[in-house]
């Protein structure tokens, strides 16, 4: 049986398309290190982002997180934010207001875990 040659080429993404991407060996310690939870709410978070000022900034409240995930209650939700906000590769924004969700900036250096968004402009 003939290997495949390598990855294919990922084709041209159209707007509001995102490819989140994992490299192993990195992807894995990291998924080692935090779970499959945070990687699922991790993955929430990319594909919410934008980027701002050169940041991947992602707005989205504990329950808006839990709800698209439908496989974590909202305080797990919770428990997986704080877990990733305490090792870094989230930051909370000061809140923009009492009824915004919060604000993240997501740090993915190290990860293993890269996020690419489709050019708006096309």
Not at 42 to 48: D, E, F, G, Y
Not at 87 to 116: E, F, K, N, Q, R
């Amino acid at each position: 049986m003939a290997r495949p040659s390598g990855p294919e080429p990922t084709p041209a993404l159209v707007p509001g398309e995102v490819v989140v991407e994992h490299r192993y060996p990195e992807a894995h310690a990291f998924l080692s290190e935090h779970g499959p939870d945070a990687l699922a709410v991790l993955h929430v978070l990319a594909v919410r982002a934008e980027v701002i000022d050169g940041r991947l900034v992602a707005r989205a409240s504990t329950r808006g997180v839990a709800e698209q995930l439908g496989f974590l209650s909202k305080d797990s939700a919770h428990r997986r934010l704080r877990q990733l906000r305490r090792s870094g590769v989230l930051d909370a924004l000061p809140s923009t207001g009492p009824m915004d969700p919060p604000s993240y900036v997501l740090h993915l250096d190290g990860t293993g875990i890269s996020v690419t968004h489709a050019d708006p402009s096309c």
